[in-house]
């Protein structure tokens, strides 16, 4: 146990779905992230919420919507997503200061049928 | 931009032996961190080791320790006694400060580990 839960683990959507991802920290951390990892990839930073503002967002596709109400929650929502962003989804959060590095969650894994 | 390199896909150890996983990385700044994160099949991303750049001495954390060499840009990690719960992928990680509270890691391509009874 890390501090840091997802929901849900796994999820199979059609492209037509809407569905979202949640991530909760329970660290007292204030930047949390989103990543996403495929086969045979590095891990990819999607987007960065430091006191709940968005600070970074890779060039990702707007299919892919952030929201993060408050610094211990991160939504993903989406929508009309492709076959190719099935991938293992992870959620981290991160202090900063003098104990960098990143906490992480489980993931999700999605599959897009 | 900074990359990170593994280039060793898979590796293989004896139970109770010793491994080396090694990790090479690009940048031009002078201070920065490094990690050695573990990923075991339940999928939950462990921190095993964090590096200092400034810092002269190796990091070590029980059975786990690095090498850096900061001229050669090199950051490997070496696992002793080997056991059979280190059987996971290892990314190698690169963070710059960035003087504000967040962190940006860049994660190596990963190698993976098994551990032979």
């Known amino acids: 146990e890390t501090g840091v839960t997802q929901t849900p683990r796994h999820l199979v959507m059609g492209m037509t779905n809407k569905k979202s991802l949640k991530c909760e920290q329970h660290l007292g951390h204030n930047a949390m992230y989103w990543y996403k990892q495929s086969a045979k990839k590095p891990l990819e930073l999607m987007f960065v919420?430091?006191?709940?503002?968005?600070?970074e967002n890779n060039s990702v596709p707007s299919r892919f919507s952030p929201e993060c109400p408050n610094s211990s929650h991160l939504f993903l929502h989406l929508h009309t997503l492709q076959p190719e962003d099935s991938a293992l989804y992870l959620c981290?959060?991160?202090?900063?200061?003098?104990?960098?590095?990143?906490?992480f969650g489980s993931g999700t894994r999605l599959t897009v049928v | 931009a900074q990359t990170v390199t593994q280039s060793q896909p898979e590796m293989s150890v004896q139970e109770a032996e010793t491994v080396t996983l090694s990790c090479t990385y690009d940048?031009?700044?002078?201070?920065?961190?490094l990690f050695w994160y573990k990923q075991p099949p339940s999928r939950q991303m462990i921190l095993v080791i964090r590096q200092e750049a400034y810092k002269q001495q190796n990091a070590t954390e029980n059975r786990f320790s690095v090498n850096f060499q900061k001229a050669a840009k090199s950051f490997s990690l070496k696992i002793s006694d080997s056991q059979l719960g280190d059987t996971a992928m290892y990314f190698c990680?690169?963070?710059?400060?960035?003087?504000?509270?967040?962190?940006?890691?860049?994660f190596g391509p990963g190698t993976s580990l098994s551990v032979i009874p």
């Open positions: 940048t031009s700044e002078n201070n920065y961190y």
């Open positions: 981290a959060s991160s202090q900063g200061g003098n104990s960098p590095g990143c906490s």
């Open positions: 990680a690169f963070m710059s400060p960035r003087g504000t509270s967040y962190d940006k890691v860049i």
């Open positions: 919420y430091n006191f709940k503002e968005q600070t």
